[in-house]
């Protein structure tokens, strides 16, 4: 198990060092840096001495380990718009987009394995064919268009609900949460309703699943036998054992969550780092970006890591060599 | 003969699975819409010398203020709905059908030379794939063509391509580790046949259907992808039609009352969508043996 774990470690290692690298292609070749940072109406000699400033008449390999050292140390340069560090700049935006993200993977987990469960007990019965239908459609309909539909329907027609922005937000400690204030609610649900749609349906199609292979099962049946009460046969007996490939699917698919993530912000304008990131590409601000990518990658690689070993703990069935 | 029954069998069980048969009509439809666009759709909506400002923002027909024939209304520009839709279909059917032909056959190579070989390569198609998968096609083809300086129809092929390959590179491995294991490839290696007739003469033939399903499946979430770059503007460029950047120019006007603009192409996005997956639905059950049809 040890050893598994610090293989596990090492792949990721060797993923983020590739991803730098790419990252330090990027940074030192889509775009001139030096006409960058020096501006379009430099001399000369003021391109000669960014240059030697920042290290880049310096040999290849030395630059990207600068590049490596400098990120190591949460030094990512600073944005060609906006002169602030761009590891600040990305931080700040930090709380919105966790915020967005957890509510949404909240409501669909937990309406995602709800529903998967109604749907396995009566798969014929009129309703569940709605939900799945419904499910469908779920898979089958693109995040963005969920989003606008959503502001279409509960912003503009019904005008119930705030299309967007964050709305009033407090400041706790270095937290800035929007999760405190009613108006801030009201801010979140539509952009997380968004978000969650299509997690949701997959949520629930593989709790369905998951659960119609469990129901047939020897030792469900047994509990049945002995008598107990539906509620816990199905919660207890049955749905423990689906959880946990739910769970680890879903983990899995963080990285799809963060694309998401910036679909869904750039809609409701939700202030997040995926509408910065947005923002950056269309200003080709390369120390942002960059930065971006870099925290994404560790992040994702971190979570899949964790997904792994925690889904080992779980299953023992399972065998590293 | 054998061959024969096993066919009508699968026909009869298409035609008995309505949402299977509903879902292959859309398709057909949609696809022979894109294939005669310029022979059925009202106006050239990327023609400037037909399209006239003078209509611009004009409603469905049968509503107040609308025009014929400007059967579904106009856009801000005065193009009308109803063509830029049949026009923004053949985009998303080419990015579609390009990126499952390209992904799709160099991940099955990938994948059937991983599984035949092991070892390094095996490791190193393996490790991608996760890596791949870690990070989710999406976000790979955006950050891609994040990365890629011109944009085209070509370079969103291209970026969905290179983020999607590992999917079809994936099943097949795994495919072809259970073929390998069956008898007729150890009698073909007995008889002496070569690595490149033992690979595409047995192994190929006999380990592809999986692929398939992912083939149906991966239809739609490329199609899917594709409005999604186009909507964020870093897909297809302004002079090429799609249904995401159609929705991306309507939502300005939702504000205004202007729902047709965006959900004329949403509907049809959505249907081309549910029709693949319907179509995928039922190929899935079809080829799993594991999965018993009809429980009723």
Request: glycine letters at 8%; one cysteine or more; a positive charge.
């Amino acid at each position: 198990m040890a050893s598994y774990i610090i293989r596990r470690i090492l792949q990721g290692i060797i993923v983020l060092l590739a991803v730098s690298m790419i990252c330090f292609i990027i940074f030192r070749y889509m775009g001139d840096p030096v006409l960058t940072l020096a501006g379009k109406y430099a001399t000369f000699e003021q391109i000669q001495e960014v240059r030697e400033s920042f290290g880049l008449d310096k040999p290849m390999l030395e630059q990207y380990l600068r590049f490596v050292w400098n990120a190591l140390h949460g030094n990512f340069g600073v944005s060609y718009v906006s002169r602030v560090p761009a590891l600040d700049l990305i931080l700040e935006r930090l709380p919105a987009t966790v915020e967005l993200a957890t509510t949404a993977i909240g409501i669909a987990f937990i309406l995602g394995t709800f529903l998967g469960v109604i749907v396995s007990l009566k798969p014929f019965a009129i309703r569940n064919k709605v939900i799945m239908a419904g499910s469908l459609g779920g898979i089958s309909m693109p995040t963005f268009l969920t989003g606008i539909l959503l502001i279409m329907i509960f912003g503009v027609y019904l005008g119930v609900l705030p299309p967007y922005g964050r709305g009033e937000t407090v400041q706790v400690g270095f937290w800035r949460t929007g999760l405190l204030t009613l108006d801030g609610i009201r801010h979140i649900i539509l952009p997380a309703l968004t978000l969650a749609g299509f997690q949701l349906a997959v949520i629930l199609r593989l709790t369905r699943a998951g659960m119609r292979e469990v129901l047939t099962q020897e030792y469900i049946k047994t509990a049945w036998a002995k008598g107990l009460p539906p509620k816990k046969v199905i919660f207890k007996h049955a749905l423990r054992n689906v959880l946990i490939p739910v769970i680890t699917i879903t983990g899995l698919q963080f990285g799809e969550l963060i694309a998401f993530s910036i679909v869904t912000e750039t809609i409701f304008q939700w202030p997040g780092m995926g509408n910065l990131l947005l923002t950056s590409m269309f200003e080709s601000d390369q120390p942002v970006i960059v930065t971006y990518i870099m925290l994404a990658a560790l992040v994702i690689i971190s979570i899949n890591i964790l997904v792994d070993i925690i889904y080992a703990f779980l299953n023992p069935k399972i065998r590293y060599d | 003969m054998t061959k024969r029954r096993i066919k009508s069998k699968t026909l009869s069980s298409f035609l008995y699975d309505p949402p299977a048969v509903i879902g292959s009509l859309i398709l057909l439809i949609f696809f022979f819409a894109a294939l005669l666009a310029p022979w059925i759709s009202p106006q050239n909506p990327y023609d400037l010398g037909k399209v006239n400002l003078d209509f611009f923002l004009t409603p469905p027909v049968w509503m107040e203020g609308g025009h014929f024939p400007f059967l579904l209304g106009t856009d801000d520009q005065g193009r009308c709905i109803l063509s830029t839709i049949i026009y923004g279909l053949r985009t998303s059917l080419i990015v579609g059908f390009g990126v499952v032909l390209i992904a799709g056959t160099f991940g099955v190579l990938m994948g059937l030379l991983a599984g035949y070989y092991g070892k390094v390569l095996d490791a190193v198609v393996m490790r991608l794939a996760d890596t791949f998968f870690a990070f989710s096609t999406t976000l790979m083809a955006f950050l891609l063509m994040g990365i890629f300086n011109q944009r085209g129809l070509l370079t969103v092929i291209l970026a969905i391509c290179l983020a999607d390959w590992v999917r079809y590179a994936r099943t097949m491995r795994g495919s072809v580790l259970e073929v390998k294991e069956e008898t007729y490839i150890t009698a073909a290696k007995a008889t002496g046949a070569k690595d490149f007739r033992l690979l595409l003469k047995h192994l190929l033939p006999n380990a592809l259907p999986p692929i398939l399903v992912v083939v149906a499946v991966d239809l739609g979430v490329v199609i899917m992808l594709e409005a999604t770059l186009s909507f964020l503007g870093v897909g297809v460029p302004v002079t090429e039609p799609s249904l995401g950047m159609m929705i991306s120019n309507g939502k300005d006007y939702i504000y205004a009352g202007m729902w047709w603009m965006i959900v004329f192409p949403g509907a049809t996005l959505v249907m081309l969508v549910v029709g693949i997956n319907l179509f995928a639905d039922w190929l899935r059950e079809e080829l799993n043996p594991r999965l018993e049809r009809k429980e009723s």
